[in-house]
Antibody, heavy 114, light 112 residues
Framework: QVQLKQWGAGLLKPSETLSLTCAVY????????WNWIRQPPGKGLEWIGE???????NYNPSLKSRVTISVDSSKNQFSLKLTSVTAADTAIYYC????????WGQGTLVTVSS | DIVMTQTPLSSPVTFGQPASISCRSS???????????LSWLQQRPGQPPRLLIY???TRFSGVPDRFSGSGAGTDFTLKISRVEAEDVGVYYC?????????FGQGTKLEIK
């Protein structure tokens, strides 16, 4: 059974770079697309982007200028970087396998505050 | 972007009674490959979302058969035949037919 475990800094100042990593345990890493999705506190879900094991990416245009999703297939890990964060980027960030996500990470609350 | 609109946004239900949530997309979700990538997810309080149904009506592994999905084109429905206590939470529809993938606003299922 696949498990996704994610980690990264939970408190950032405006203009800093958000950095999160998700490790995949079990299942086949190479057969899937790997996603990042976020959820502002008390609000709905927003798809950020996805990456294949070979590094092919798709991003949400609303974030594309600030987002980079990368993959390390040797470690079964993928990562999210979001530059120039503001308070509007405060959210729980989830990693997930495929869209709509048949397996999810536990979520990381990232707060942007001066 | 494809806009996903759910109704109702809140649904008070009684244990053992049925519940239904509608989801309408701003354009057809039929993909060029012939599939319709419309899914339903459940989010219990304090937990990540959980996949219930994909491609309109296919239940994901381990999902009870009281959950069912139907619809076509731009109109879709999630039905719970008999609501149980563990069903309380927020339900989202999601389209993965066209980038960027988008979600409905969520429907909160509450117990009367």
């Amino acid at each position: 059974q696949v498990q996704l475990k994610q980690w990264g800094a939970g408190l950032l100042k405006p203009s800093e770079t958000l950095s999160l990593t998700c490790a995949v345990y079990g299942g086949s890493f190479n057969s899937h697309y790997w996603n990042w999705i976020r959820q502002p506190p008390g609000k709905g879900l927003e798809w950020i982007g996805e990456i294949s094991h070979s590094g092919s990416t798709n991003y949400n245009p609303s974030l594309k200028s600030r987002v980079t999703i990368s993959v390390d297939s040797s470690k079964n890990q993928f990562s999210l970087k979001l530059t120039s964060v503001t308070a509007a980027d405060t959210a729980i960030y989830y990693c997930a396998r495929e869209s709509p996500g048949d397996s999810w990470g536990q979520g990381t609350l990232v707060t942007v505050s001066s | 972007d494809i806009v996903m609109t759910q109704t109702p946004l809140s649904s008070p239900v009684t244990f053992g009674q049925p519940a239904s949530i509608s989801c309408r997309s701003s354009q057809s979700l039929v993909h060029s490959d012939g599939n319709t990538y419309l899914s339903w997810l459940q989010q219990r309080p304090g937990q990540p979302p959980r996949l219930l149904i994909y491609k309109i009506s296919t239940r994901f592994s381990g999902v009870p058969d009281r959950f069912s999905g139907s619809g076509a084109g731009t109109d879709f429905t999630l039905k719970i035949s008999r609501v149980e206590a563990e069903d309380v939470g927020v339900y989202y529809c999601m389209q993965a037919t066209q980038f960027p993938y988008t979600f409905g606003q969520g429907t909160k299922l509450e117990i009367k």
